[in-house]
């Protein structure tokens, strides 16, 4: 496998500078797609805001929202109505009140199992791109990433046999270990890498341990996690390790 390109490690100042350089980044990606654009959203608390910024006139004005499909790198088990679920909490904070509903691609977890729900999911990415695994075109022009506290990322676990599989683009988790104690269905390495960008928020000082051993620590999976073009981390003065250098 070709060696990934290096990580780029952006410096902001708080969390709204990470929203709105992430938000001029997911701009970015889609001016230079004049086509059908593919953004693949991510969970847990810090896109919040990001999300929200989306829907202020000043972005919401600049979003050709009828050519951007949404995805979501992972979910929780859970009805989208359940505050737990990913992308019911960015559908509140967004594409409920901008987005089409067809450009709008939730994982199905009223499906019977997680498992189901990863191959209806899987079947979907195919049909949608009308390309197979094999095919080099990325499925995602940015796909978003956050770091848990173990070091996980998308709904990929230190340990857990998802992270070593290459032959599916989602796969499901049984029961994860960390909050929320929930089944989940994510996608793996290589459908996250089949990206033009992987662009990870990593924002508060809780975040500033994780950060250093997932710097230090290659088995971590939001170490071994990156995109076939860019990896970018946006990472605030609070997240930022004192040794880390950052452009
Ligand atoms: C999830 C997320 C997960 C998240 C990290 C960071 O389903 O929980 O996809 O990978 O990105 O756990 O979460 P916070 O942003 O809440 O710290």
């Known amino acids: 496998m070709a060696a990934a390109n290096p990580r780029k490690i952006i410096g902001v100042t708080d969390a709204a500078a990470l929203a709105q350089a992430a938000a001029d980044r997911i701009l970015a990606r889609i001016d230079a797609n004049g086509g059908q654009v593919a953004i693949c ?3 847990g608390s810090s896109p919040k805001r990001l999300y929200e910024l989306l829907a202020t006139p000043g972005y919401r004005a600049r979003i050709p929202w009828d050519r951007v499909h949404w995805f ?7 009805p989208s109505s359940d505050p737990l679920s990913n992308i019911g909490m960015a559908k509140r904070a967004f594409l409920d009140e901008c987005a089409p509903r067809d450009c709008v691609h939730p994982m199905p977890t009223d499906a019977p199992t997680p498992d189901a729900a990863a191959r209806l999911y899987e079947a979907m990415l195919k049909t949608f791109h009308d390309i197979s695994m094999a095919d080099p075109s990325p499925l995602f022009d940015l796909v978003l990433m956050g770091i848990g506290p173990d ?4 709904s990929l676990f230190p340990g857990y046999p998802a992270i070593d599989v290459t032959d599916h683009w989602v796969v499901g988790v049984p029961q994860a270990h960390v909050e929320p104690f929930v089944p989940r269905v994510t996608l793996t390495l290589p459908a996250l890498a089949s990206s033009r960008e992987m662009l990870f928020l990593v924002s508060g000082k809780d975040k500033r341990a994780i950060a250093i051993r997932v710097l230090a620590d290659d088995t971590l999976p939001a170490a071994r996690a990156h995109s076939n073009g860019e990896t970018v981390w946006l990472i605030d003065s609070a997240a930022r390790p004192e040794t880390l250098d950052a452009s």
């Not at 979501?72 to 859970?78: A, K, N, P, Q």
């Not at 070091?151 to 998308?154: E, L, S």
């Open 41 to 43: 959203l991510t969970g």
């Open 151 to 154: 070091g996980h990322t998308a």
């Open 72 to 78: 979501i790198g992972d979910d929780r088990f859970v």
